[in-house]
């Protein structure tokens, strides 16, 4: 059993910054990759970035990459996700999700474990 539980988000100008956190609980050991999805009014859940638990390796969305990085930190058993250059296309629910397997890192169906979700939202 794994609980995560996002924070960090809220209202925040065109250009500014965010960093979301997402605190992971129970068996931890048995999580492979570490996700961030995403998902604005009327629109389907989207891919963000993730991390490899086992190593460094990232993976990020084609409209996040130079903006965002997803990093961890181990003793306090979480991740997070830093939001710089912030776009009102980047307006969405944020959720954090954990997966068992190492496949498919960008496929939403392929994770476990899925946190509550933390609003952001970027004014123009």
């Known amino acids: 059993q794994v609980q995560l539980v996002e924070s960090g988000g809220g209202l925040v100008q065109a250009g500014g910054s965010l960093r979301l956190s997402c605190a992971a609980s129970g068996r931890t050991f048995s999580t492979y990759v570490m996700g961030w999805f995403r998902q604005a009014p009327g629109k389907e859940r989207e891919f963000v970035a993730a991390?490899?638990?086992?190593?460094?390796?990232?993976d990020y969305a084609d409209s996040v990459k130079g903006r965002f990085t997803i990093f961890r930190d181990n003793a306090k058993n979480t991740v997070y996700l830093r939001m710089n250059s912030l776009k009102p296309e980047d307006t969405a629910v944020y959720y954090c999700?954990?997966?068992?397997?190492?496949?498919?890192?960008?496929?939403?169906?392929?994770?476990?474990?899925w946190g509550q979700g933390t609003q952001v939202t970027v004014s123009s």
């Open positions: 999700a954990g997966k068992r397997s190492s496949s498919r890192w960008s496929d939403e169906a392929s994770y476990d474990y």
């Open positions: 991390i490899n638990w086992s190593g460094d390796t990232t």
